[in-house]
């Protein structure tokens, strides 16, 4: 398959896919914003994708969460094949989830680079959670516990996962320290 080629500012690139992992008000979607804004990719967020689903009227008690990553799949394979790098930002704490990426990025014939996001100081993280406001009507914000919980479930990489180029980024520190880590990262 010959790779579509990205044009900016004059000089051509190949696109890439970045999948954000990190547990909920950890700072992904910050860094997702600013990283993408640089790149000039695309951001698919797999949150809005679920309030959506639920707005439509599917019930909570379905996989909706399942089922928002499955259309961010499909966003973000449609941009990739039109040649656009794009930005994932999803939690990705489980095996399966990670996956998807590595096997999108091959299907669509492009690097893959994973931005995994932490915050080392618990209280910043619960700070940001609670002072967190996203107009995402139908889509109930986690709890502090809730985040606890998804430590707890957060898997680690190990096995394919952990042969995927990967950076772990700790919000404690400046978010322009992070960005350009990540800038620098990704585009290696």
């Known amino acids: 398959m010959t790779q ?26 910050t860094i997702a914003e600013v990283v993408s804004a640089r790149l000039g990719a695309t951001i698919v967020s797999v ?4 309030s959506s689903i639920l707005r439509a009227g599917i019930d909570a008690n379905q996989p909706t969460g399942l089922a928002a990553y499955l259309v961010a799949e499909t966003l973000a394979e449609q941009v990739l094949m039109s040649g656009r790098s794009v930005v994932v930002d999803a939690v ?8 998807q990426w590595r096997d999108l990025s091959r299907r669509a014939d492009v690097p893959l680079r994973v931005i995994e996001v932490e915050c ?4 910043l993280h619960r700070q940001r959670l609670e002072k967190r406001e996203r107009n995402m009507p139908h889509f109930e914000e986690p709890s502090w516990r809730a985040v606890e919980q998804s430590l707890e479930d957060y898997q680690p990489w190990k096995g394919e996962c952990a042969e995927m180029p990967r950076i772990t980024l700790d919000t404690v520190n400046p978010l322009g ?7 620098g990262f990704v585009t290696l």
């Open 92 to 99: 990705n704490a489980v095996e399966p989830a990670r996956l």
């Open 47 to 50: 949150d809005p994708i679920e």
């Open 4 to 29: 579509p080629v990205e044009r900016q500012f004059g000089e051509i690139r190949i696109p890439m896919l970045v999948a954000m992992a990190g547990l909920p008000a950890a700072g992904k979607s």
């Open 120 to 123: 080392s100081d618990p209280e």
């Open 177 to 183: 320290q992070n960005v350009e880590a990540a800038v």
